[in-house]
């Protein structure tokens, strides 16, 4: 077999191609940077099936509560909850044929 050639290795065949081709760690701070700034695009992300959920900033928490009259006294009740911008995000391992069809506008 020559060399450079994909080998099969248990069900990923085996390229020279890099999972990361951006950001490199080799380039020079003068000439920019790449960056991938959303974790649900990282491509790792798209090799198996699963559902990938976050919250994002600006956070705060919501409380809900209350008082409550017990014969020991009257007893503050809070239930904190954060909040934020969640994403939920359905990884699929197989493209529906379908998935880029626009019909056509007439």
Do not use: C, D
């Not at 959920?53 to 509560?65: C, D, F, L, S």
Request: hydrophobic share 35%.
């Amino acid at each position: 077999m020559p060399m450079g050639y994909p080998v099969a290795t248990g069900q990923y065949p085996r390229t020279s191609a890099a999972l990361y081709p951006a950001p490199q760690p080799n380039i020079p701070y003068q000439v920019g940077m790449t960056q991938i700034t959303n974790p649900a695009f990282a491509p790792h992300e798209m090799l198996y099936a699963h559902e990938y959920r976050a919250i994002y900033p600006p956070y705060y928490y919501k409380v809900r509560g209350g008082w409550m009259m017990t014969p020991f006294g009257v007893w503050s009740h809070e239930k904190w909850r954060p909040v934020g911008r969640e994403v939920s995000v359905k990884y699929r391992s197989r493209i529906s044929p379908f998935a880029g069809f626009v019909p056509p506008n007439n």
